[in-house]
């Protein structure tokens, strides 16, 4: 079965200071990996998808396979980058319709202080 | 502009109730999902929808089913609601595999 691990539940940097938010994942194929994000009083909202390989908001996540890890960066928080942050996993489909549900990890809380 | 709306933002029941929440997104997506999201234990899967009367189960689907007559609604049923069911509950759309999930605002229930 896949599982997506966030170490930290809570993790708390200085506006300025590089964040780092972990995640691992297991899984036996090859996997699309996802960042969500959730702002206070906000709905739940993708962040990053790792087949896109763009920044959002200044993030950037990189897939390692070898590390089965897929860590999301920024270098220097800002204080609206404070936020609860998901990574997810799905399988990914070669070819045909259908549906895949995200596969979520328990979620960091981050919050950058001024 | 994606618009996934949930029917209760929320809701308080009594144990033993039979409970429908409703969720419902505009364009004309094909699949439809619900989670269930808890502090410490994020969001979990608890069925998904990939065609109208088409359903599967997720990683928690005991005490839940689902509904989808037409295609822009999903629902989520509690036959008869716990109190260990109390939680946060998510509705999000995709148009299809690949794409991205589309979450509505939740709805927040409390079984008492």
Same mark, same amino acid.
């Given at each position: 079965?896949?599982r ?7 993790l708390?940097?200085?506006k300025? #200071? ?13 996997p ?17 998808r790792?087949?896109s390989?763009?920044s ?6 990189d @897939?390692?396979k070898?590390?089965?890890?897929f ?9 609206? +980058?404070? #936020? ?7 399988? #990914? ?6 549906? +895949?549900? @995200? ?11 001024p | 502009d !994606? *618009? ?11 144990? &033993?109730? *039979?409970?429908f929440l409703?969720?419902?997104? /505009? $364009?004309?997506?094909?699949? $439809? ?10 969001l ?6 990939? /065609? !109208?009367? $088409?359903?599967? *189960?997720? /990683? ?10 037409? *295609? ?9 609601? =716990?109190?260990?069911?109390?939680s $946060?509950?998510?509705?999000? =759309? ?9 979450? &509505?605002? &939740?709805?927040?229930?409390?079984v008492?």
């Amino acid at each position: 079965a896949q599982r997506v691990t966030q170490p930290e539940k809570l993790l708390s940097v200085f506006k300025g #200071a590089p964040v780092e938010l972990k995640c691992n994942y297991s899984y036996s194929g090859s996997p699309e990996l996802f960042w969500y994000v959730q702002y206070s009083r906000q709905r739940l909202q993708l962040l990053l998808r790792h087949i896109s390989r763009e920044s959002i908001k200044g993030f950037t996540a990189d @897939l390692n396979k070898g590390e089965t890890s897929f860590h999301l960066k920024k270098p220097f928080a800002q204080e609206e +980058d404070s #936020a609860m942050y998901y990574c997810a996993l799905r399988e #990914a489909r070669v070819s045909g319709g259908g549906a +895949d549900g @995200l596969t979520f990890g328990k979620g960091t809380h981050l919050i950058i202080q001024p | 502009d !994606v *618009k996934v709306t949930q029917s209760s933002r929320y809701l308080v029941k009594r144990t &033993g109730e *039979k409970v429908f929440l409703e969720c419902v997104q /505009d $364009m004309d997506h094909e699949n $439809m999902f619900w989670y269930r999201q808890d502090p410490g234990l994020g969001l979990r899967l608890i069925y998904f929808s990939y /065609d !109208v009367k $088409m359903k599967e *189960k997720g /990683d928690i689907p005991e005490g839940y089913s689902v509904s989808r007559e037409k *295609k822009e609604r999903f629902s989520l049923i509690l036959e008869s609601a =716990s109190t260990n069911q109390t939680s $946060m509950y998510l509705c999000a =759309s995709s148009l299809s595999a690949h794409y991205e999930q589309y979450f &509505g605002p &939740g709805t927040r229930l409390t079984v008492t």
